[in-house]
């Protein structure tokens, strides 16, 4: 791995946070939207209108009786009393817990039925809108060619890395939990360790845990084959919080805030060691939750969702290997394409494609039953894999608990009706990523290139459009990437092809669609093998990666009055074989091979087809460069090409005004001239008549 390739990683302190008594007792958080209240909005949140209430903990002692919260007073009841010992008030009905099989396996447990009505009617749970405690300096550490250092040893437990045991397959779990306390939560909590039992993934990342989860969790039997990247003293400093648990091995792990959070989110990150093979770096997150409510029912956080999720890849897209997963909050078609890399994939996309994956389905999940309808793909897996091949990936968690249920109020025309509903492990369902035997063999996949496309359209549009357009003839595009100048992909780059990737059978239908008409565009198709150019992408063959490797030519001293497609011209006469494209008075020229570049540089300084030519720099295209030339960069040079053609497009504007007043005053003129001609004639007519009268 190149010494030059770096990322920079900040490690939050694990240790306990003291939380400020000023602040907690000043002013109050909602439990649905998070909204931080006044002290003078005691009994409603002033967003959401939820009342005030307080949840119940669980008890943190290890030595405690499984417990009930009374719902009258709050105490913890042993499950001996059939009514609380303080106020009277009967325990929830436990008809139903005592069919659910080793209720008390793990220690200190909650089970509160709930009557309440607010189940999955706000977009997502969401917890403390405050900032997180700020980064120390001393807490920066570096990762080399993707590798964590120790700064931040974990002592690893389970499959050790160091057993020399090669796996033939990783399995990777993301899980929202969901943070709801006062609806089975001890229940649900177990219902998910059976689930980590069932499907034994050796990775887990979770979102949304709560001192109360991972108190569960880790009296679980299941919790000894894993190391967790949150200590103990730290599950018990935080409101919730993402973690990654590793049973292969955790080399170290890291917690890096989000800039712009208001609710606290960030990135969590570890190496892991699987044996037998390169090491995996796994990253989870939460990233900014949707909280439309009243009065503008506009809260979506769309803006720093976006942010967020560049800060994330950014952060991790030197990795040579490195999977993403959590919940992402993502709405396609309110944030639009996720922003990835060309060398990463969105898993569910290329596995499932047509399928929608909703992990936030009010339709699908029962325990959702009786809300609006909502069907969101918030769950996601990312990764950029070059020593891994994908397997597959399925959804978990979609099974009602046996024998549990919970009432839920729903208003219907003023009358208010009381629901029985089944209870699920989560308000999300899981994603399970494994390699199994059905893996994608990279050499079955084909690149094609397009262009004619209408640049003007944003990525997301003209990607989609592309898929529609080839799926006309039954080919499913399993990956297509249009490059852009900027991360909010508003403006195409309209020099560059479009990379489509299909399998290997449909490659020579697709390249049927050469002059097929889309939307009113013909396009260029053509086939773009592997071994053609310098891309390092994910589908590429081992072979194909490291048989080229291209540099571009930073060229200037060519005559900028002529048209673009002359200097196009020019520059491939003079450099046959190249691919060019021209941003204001720069040319970049794309060569491959050493000899190549050797003989263009020979040729700076002189006159070579009508340029003087002077070659200014050879940028390497790097994987991680965006082509060598920062977006920037790019995107400065665009809007100064832009702003001439505006400028041109004015100058002409007003030539074209001129002229038409020009025309307008003419036509006055002459219809000035026409009407004293006119008057004229009428004074002349007059005059003959009376002079007829007076001879008469």
């Not at 029962?366 to 990764?383: E, H, I, T, V, Y």
């Not at 560059?496 to 396009?523: C, H, P, Q, W």
């Not at 490291?546 to 196009?568: C, H, I, M, P, W």
């Amino acid at each position: 791995m190149s010494a030059s390739r770096f990322l920079r990683l900040v490690v939050t302190k694990l240790a306990p946070v003291a939380m400020s008594s000023s602040s907690s007792s000043s002013s109050w958080s909602c439990t649905k939207c998070t909204f931080l209240n006044s002290p003078s909005q005691k009994l409603n949140c002033m967003i959401c209108l939820t009342p005030l209430s307080t949840p119940s903990p669980l008890s943190a002692s290890s030595n405690d009786e499984p417990k009930w919260a009374c719902k009258g007073c709050t105490f913890l009841n042993t499950y001996k009393n059939s009514s609380c010992e303080i106020c009277g008030t009967r325990s929830p009905s436990s008809s139903s817990l005592l069919g659910f099989d080793d209720l008390t396996d793990s220690g200190s447990l909650e089970s509160n039925t709930n009557n309440n009505n607010s189940v999955g009617s706000v977009f997502f749970p969401l917890r403390r809108c405050s900032k997180r405690k700020a980064m120390d300096d001393d807490d920066v550490i570096e990762v080399d060619g993707g590798s964590v250092k120790k700064r931040n040893e974990i002592e690893s437990k389970g499959e050790a890395s160091g057993s020399g045991t090669a796996l033939s397959c990783v399995k990777i779990l993301t899980y929202n939990v969901w943070f709801r306390e006062d609806l089975e939560l001890s229940n649900r909590m177990r219902a998910i360790g059976h689930l980590i039992q069932l499907h034994s993934p050796h990775l887990i990342c979770f979102q949304e845990v709560i001192p109360e989860i991972y108190e569960i969790f880790r009296k679980s039997n299941w919790w000894k084959e894993y190391t967790c990247s949150v200590s103990v003293d730290a599950s018990q400093s935080r409101g919730y919080y993402c973690m990654l648990l590793s049973k292969v091995g955790m080399k170290s792990s890291s917690c890096k805030s989000f800039r712009n959070s208001i609710m606290g989110r960030d990135l969590s990150v570890a190496e892991v060691e699987v044996p037998g093979t390169k090491p995996l770096v796994l990253a989870t997150s939460h990233l900014e939750s949707p909280c439309p409510g009243p009065p503008k029912w506009d809260q979506m956080f769309s803006r720093e969702r976006v942010e967020q999720a560049n800060e994330a890849i950014e952060t991790l897209r030197a990795n040579p290997n490195v999977v993403f997963g959590g919940d992402m909050n993502w709405d396609d078609k309110l944030d639009g394409k996720f922003p990835l890399p060309d060398e990463w994939v969105d898993v569910w996309e290329v596995l499932k494609p047509g399928d929608p994956g909703f992990t936030y389905d009010t339709k699908a999940n029962p325990m959702l039953s009786g809300n609006r309808a909502l069907q969101k793909r918030l769950d996601r897996f990312f990764c950029r894999l070059d020593d891994y091949k994908l397997g597959g990936i399925e959804m978990v968690g979609k099974e009602a608990l046996p024998g549990l249920s919970y009432v839920k109020e729903k208003r219907v025309r003023g009358d208010v009706k009381k629901l029985e509903l089944p209870v699920l492990p989560s308000d999300h369902f899981g994603l399970e990523l494994n390699g199994s035997d059905a893996a994608i063999r990279k050499s079955s996949i084909r690149r094609i290139a397009v262009e004619g496309y209408d640049s003007s359209s944003r990525k997301d549009v003209v990607e989609e459009g592309l898929r529609k357009h080839f799926a006309s003839r039954g080919i499913k595009l399993i990956h297509a990437f249009a490059h852009e100048l900027d991360f909010n992909r508003t403006i195409l780059c309209r020099f560059m092809r479009i990379n489509l990737y299909v399998n290997e059978e449909d490659e020579e239908k697709a390249l049927t669609f050469d002059g097929s008409d889309m939307g009113g565009r013909i396009l260029r198709v053509t086939a773009y093998p592997f071994d053609s150019n310098r891309l390092d992408h994910f589908f590429a063959t081992p072979e194909a990666q490291d048989k080229y490797r291209q540099r571009v030519l930073n060229v200037t001293g060519f005559d900028t009055s002529l048209a673009r497609d002359e200097v196009e011209e020019m520059v491939r006469s003079v450099f046959p074989g190249s691919y060019c494209s021209v941003l204001g008075e720069v040319v970049f020229v794309h060569l491959r091979g050493k000899d190549a570049i050797e003989k263009a540089l020979k040729l700076s300084g002189r006159s070579a087809g009508g340029f003087n030519l002077v070659v200014n720099a050879v940028l390497p295209l790097r994987k991680d460069g965006g082509g060598g030339v920062s977006r920037a960069r790019m995107l400065a040079m665009a809007k100064k090409d832009e702003a001439g053609r505006l400028a041109e497009a004015a100058r002409l504007a007003k030539i074209k005004r001129t002229k038409a007043a020009r025309l307008a005053k003419a036509e006055t003129a002459k219809a000035s001239r026409l009407a004293m001609a006119e008057k004229d004639k009428a004074i002349l007519s007059e005059g003959n008549q009376k002079s007829i009268m007076t001879t008469d």
